[in-house]
């Protein structure tokens, strides 16, 4: 900006950016962090752009999370497509809950169906009056881009199932979007096998990653997002909340939910909540450009001669949960 004009939201930004490499800066930085971002001056385009969440919401609840913080705090929402579908119950869900927390404008997709049925929980939390959704996700997608001038925000919450069929269908669309993907991991914490979402769908991630590569796609990596810092359990403030006898329906959904994946699993980690927040730009994730290959079964590794990605370094997971708090508050 010239003229000596002030930009808050740039000042913010490079604060925290600054407070997450060098600690002399942390007592300082950390108060206006949590506080979150003042109001923007000159905002990028891409950050009032319509957005599209890929989600395979119904089984950890981090994208329950996610997609009401979405419905909440991103009036751009436009679609939610479903991956890993269960016949339509993912969409249905996805309906019912978009539905609770009044943002019946936006439309969902029932998206690709892999056959997988363990990472599934909430049988029955859906209404039965619940109508299945539409099953066209290249019809969507191509009908929101070409209302759009401009590019499209994608949100990837899961495989990367739709975007390899949006790829083979018509990869025009393909060029308009602006990947944001929960998924990859450089140091997985099990070396034998790829990232979850890499591995539910290895072939498309095996054939997306490169595919990519011209619109320098974001990826929010396991390396990152995998840390009890941003886990939610029963003892956490946000668990709590949602056990009150006066919490909202979405709450009192997100309580039954959690309880049905912490029959099972300590907590939640909150991977999609994270990357929603990088695709709002929220500053608190530091990103580098990365060179990676992906081997025959989706593991991920760097190398010069690979393909030139975005991915997640870092995170301020103190001032992740505030801001977490502060959009479901």
Known sequence: MGGGE??????????????????????????????????AL?????????????????????????????????????LVITSDEYGGERARFARYLLDLVGRTDVRVVEGSDLGNSRMWVIDGLCPAEVPRQGTDVVGAVSELCTATDGRIRWVGMGPLSNLAMLQTEQPELVSQLVVTQMGG??????????????????QAAIRMVPALEPWLPTFVLSDVTFNPAMEITKDSPLYRRWSRP????????????????????????????????????????????ERVVLDSSARMSQSDDGTEIVISVSADYTAFMAWLEKALG
């Open 42 to 78: 000159g905002e990028p385009a891409i950050a009032r752009a319509p957005m599209i969440v890929d989600t395979d919401i119904g089984g950890d609840p981090d994208d329950t999370v996610a997609l009401v913080v979405a419905a909440r705090l991103v009036p751009e929402l436009r």
């Open 6 to 39: 002030v930009d808050p939201g740039g000042e913010w930004a490079a604060l925290a950016g600054t407070s997450a490499s060098f600690e002399e800066f942390e007592e300082l930085a950390g108060p206006l962090i949590r506080g979150g971002p003042p109001p």
């Open 246 to 289: 006066d919490a909202r329906p979405f709450e009192r959904l997100f309580r039954e939910h959690c309880d049905r994946w912490m029959a099972k699993y300590p907590g939640t980690m909150q991977h999609d909540a994270l990357t929603l927040a990088a695709a709002m730009l929220w500053p608190g994730v530091r990103f580098v450009r």
């Open 185 to 202: 991991a450089i140091n997985y914490r099990d070396p034998t096998r790829a990232e979850h979402n890499f591995r539910v769908d290895p």
